[in-house]
């Protein structure tokens, strides 16, 4: 019997398809083209979860993510965390010297650009890191180089001619990982986070008075995004998340003013914070 699936946006050897062979070693990954095609790939069964990122620590959020999940029908049961290592992969037998042109995606390049710098060689856009390394390995030139994962260049073949070429040592990608169905939590069970969408009715200080309550409650709440949704600039939608579980009484009272003032919400999922999320609020503690 074959083990089950995780779906991911992208080739073999992307850093999506590292953080699902890292968080779910058990789990075959699913590559596929799209978003879309990967949250359909988990909503028809072919996949029994989905890795999703949603945002960067350099880069920002993923737009596309915060546009489908909540019309998905897919539940976030858990978070995870990638620390990104850009690798610089060459053919075998290709040194730094040789390196002419260095390929990748646009957001990965803007991350490396000291080391294309420092090699005077020329930046050239691909569609994605993992198909960069792909491209080099049937390229087979000394002079042509990927800034892509280590894990592709194990797939692809390839050399790393230098590891961690980045530029920034906090390069940093967070993943929602997605299901059809929710992962029940116990409302006192610790460190949990509840991420919803909303959207406030169209009157004076709506979302003044929407949010309110969560202070007054006293949750913490660790994103609010605004997007705009179906091309209308009048209906604006928030991406929130908060520390907690709807039914605990200081969120549940929140989620009630809110909802007062809102003309949707929408419960996305209920899941417990990542370690490396609890490790980074305790350095903020004690520093």
Not at 8 to 37: H, K
Not at 245 to 266: G, Q, V, W
Request: negative net charge; hydrophobic residues 45%; charged residues 20%.
């Amino acid at each position: 019997m074959s083990p089950p699936k995780i779906a991911f946006q992208g080739q073999p050897g992307a850093y999506s398809d590292l953080a699902c062979r890292l968080a779910y070693p058990g789990m075959e990954t699913l590559p596929c083209d799209t978003f879309e095609a990967a949250i359909d790939a988990v909503r028809e069964g072919r996949a029994a979860l989905g890795m999703l990122p949603t945002e960067n620590s350099l880069a920002g959020r993923v737009p596309d993510i915060h546009a489908l999940l909540p019309e998905s029908g897919l539940s976030i049961i858990a978070e995870t965390f990638l620390r990104v290592e850009h690798c610089l992969l060459g053919v075998p037998g290709a040194t730094l010297a040789d390196v002419k042109r260095v390929h990748s995606h646009p957001v990965a390049l803007g991350q490396v650009r000291a080391v294309v710098r420092e090699l005077g060689a020329q930046p050239v856009i691909q569609d994605d890191t993992a198909g960069s390394a792909r491209l080099i390995a049937s390229l087979g030139n000394k002079e042509d180089a990927a800034v892509a994962s280590s894990l592709a260049a194990e797939i692809y073949g390839l050399q790393i001619l230098r590891r961690n070429v980045e530029d920034a040592s906090h390069n940093t990608t967070r993943f929602y990982v997605t299901a059809t169905t929710p992962k029940l939590q116990p409302p006192d069970a610790p460190n949990l986070m509840t991420s919803f969408v909303f959207k406030v009715r169209n009157v004076p200080a709506a979302l003044y008075k929407a949010l309110g309550g969560f202070a007054t409650n006293g949750v913490n709440m660790t994103k609010l995004e605004s997007y705009m949704v179906g091309g209308n600039f009048t209906a604006t939608q928030f991406l929130a998340e908060v520390d907690g579980h709807p039914e605990s009484p200081n969120l549940r009272l929140a989620l009630e003013e809110l909802a007062f003032f809102s003309s949707e919400i929408k419960i996305l999922g209920v899941y417990p914070a990542a370690p490396f999320r609890i490790a980074q609020r305790q350095v903020h503690i004690k520093s």
